[in-house]
Structure formats: structure tokens, C-alpha cells
T-cell receptor
Framework: GESVGLHLPTLSVQEGDNSIINCAYS??????FIWYKQESGKGPQFIIDIRSNMDKRQGQRVTVLLNKTVKHLSLQIAATQPGDSAVYFC????????FGTGTRLQVFP | GAVVSQHPSWVICKSGTSVKIECRSLDFQATTMFWYRQFPKQSLMLMAT?????????EQGVEKDKFLINHASLTLSTLTVTSAHPEDSSFYIC????????????FGSGTQLSVL
């Protein structure tokens, strides 16, 4: 069936460096994508979204890139901080929200 | 952003009992809410779509008689796990949004259910 997956299960970065979290999706009909951050024992927190008619969208310290040709989505976090440590999920929205497998981001000093 | 409140945050119950989890949209009305389940170190899996004033829509493989959903008002949906068993132990999360369904969902804080 359709699925949304991530390339890296764990990403370790040094504080201050930039982080890039990747996601592959398989449903070419998906037209809306979201990145969520989930801290341990909490519900997902909305980070940023992007529609399929866009290639890039920027927020505060975060940028989402969408490559529809290869069905790839990425989340870039600038100047990664300890508070960014969490599990990050990409999700695609059609008639329901489908989550990817998640990537754990670990930030070390 | 919109606020979704979920209660309780955690619950421990004996096998065979039923547990009710509440999901409230605090500052908006939601005709549709969604219930997810998440096992440790896994992703969120959609269980069902809760529709205000009508029956919930369940995902394939989710037992509707075991996971009862009631969406009696535009701000409240409840999930009742009936005759809970240890394998039902999981993190249950609800979500909703004030706009178009499935876009920019806001999530509750989750309920950790442990069945002994």
C-alpha cells in the first residue's frame, strides 16, 4: 500500500550545526505534506507544512524542501539546539494523514 | 495554534475493564477528530475518524466494537477501550483542526494506557 518512509532512523548532530532529515513518499497524488516533532511522552507538534505546488518553504530556523520528481521531502533545521532533540515525522495528507516511520534527532554539545 | 486537550494523560487498569479517553478542542469547533495509536518507538497509526453527529469511520483492522468512539458535540470526542487486555497497552493520541480536515492537524498530549 501507500507509505511514507524515512531514510535515517537516527541522526546525531553537534549543537550549532545544521540538521537535515529526509523522507520518501510513494503516493504521487499527495498534495500536502507536514513535518511534526514529537518529544517523549507527548503528542506531535506541528512544525511546518508545504503544498505540492511549492518546492520550498521556510519558517523560523526550519526549511522544508519538496522534490516531486523523486518523491522526496526534507526538513532542514538551522543551528540545531539541544531543545531540538526529538523524533521527527513527516506525514502526507490525502483523505487521511499518513505518518512516516520517524527519525530520532540527537543533539550533542 | 489551536489547542487540543486530552484526558487522562495516563491510566492503569486491570484486564477486562473499560477505559474512556476524552479529546476536547478548546478554542475551536471540530466536526472531525482523529484517533491514533502509537506503540513504543513506532509511528502513529490512524485508528478511526470521529465524525460529529454520525458514526465513526474505522481503519482496516481496527475493531469498532472494542474501540468505541462517540463524537457528541463539536468540541468533544471520546474513545472507550472496552474489555481492555495487555496488548491494548499503548499511547493513544487524538487530533483535530479548525479548518479543512486532514490539514495542519493539532494533536492532544496523548494518553498512555497500561493494562495489567
Amino acid at each position: 500500500g501507500e507509505s511514507v518512509g524515512l531514510h535515517l532512523p537516527t541522526l546525531s548532530v553537534q549543537e550549532g550545526d545544521n540538521s537535515i532529515i529526509n523522507c520518501a513518499y510513494s503516493n504521487s497524488a499527495s498534495d500536502y505534506f507536514i513535518w511534526y516533532k514529537q518529544e517523549s511522552g507527548k503528542g506531535p507538534q506541528f512544525i511546518i507544512d508545504i503544498r505540492s505546488n511549492m518546492d520550498k518553504r521556510q519558517g523560523q530556523r526550519v526549511t522544508v524542501l519538496l522534490n516531486k520528481t523523486v518523491k522526496h521531502l526534507s526538513l532542514q533545521i538551522a543551528a540545531t539546539q539541544p531543545g531540538d532533540s526529538a523524533v521527527y515525522f513527516c506525514a502526507e495528507s490525502t483523505d487521511k494523514l499518513i505518518f512516516g516511520t520517524g527519525t530520532r534527532l540527537q543533539v550533542f554539545p | 495554534g489551536a489547542v487540543v486537550s486530552q484526558h487522562p494523560s495516563w491510566v492503569i487498569c486491570k484486564s477486562g475493564t473499560s477505559v474512556k479517553i476524552e479529546c476536547r478542542s478548546l478554542d475551536f469547533q471540530a466536526t472531525t477528530m482523529f484517533w491514533y495509536r502509537q506503540f513504543p518507538k513506532q509511528s502513529l497509526m490512524l485508528m478511526a475518524t470521529s465524525n460529529e453527529g454520525s458514526k465513526a469511520t474505522y481503519e482496516q483492522g481496527v475493531e469498532k466494537d472494542k474501540f468505541l468512539i462517540n463524537h457528541a458535540s463539536l468540541t468533544l470526542s471520546t474513545l472507550t477501550v472496552t474489555s481492555a487486555h495487555p496488548e491494548d497497552s499503548s499511547f493513544y493520541i487524538c487530533s483535530a483542526n479548525p479548518g479543512t480536515a486532514n490539514e495542519k492537524l493539532f494533536f492532544g498530549s496523548g494518553t498512555q494506557l497500561s493494562v495489567l
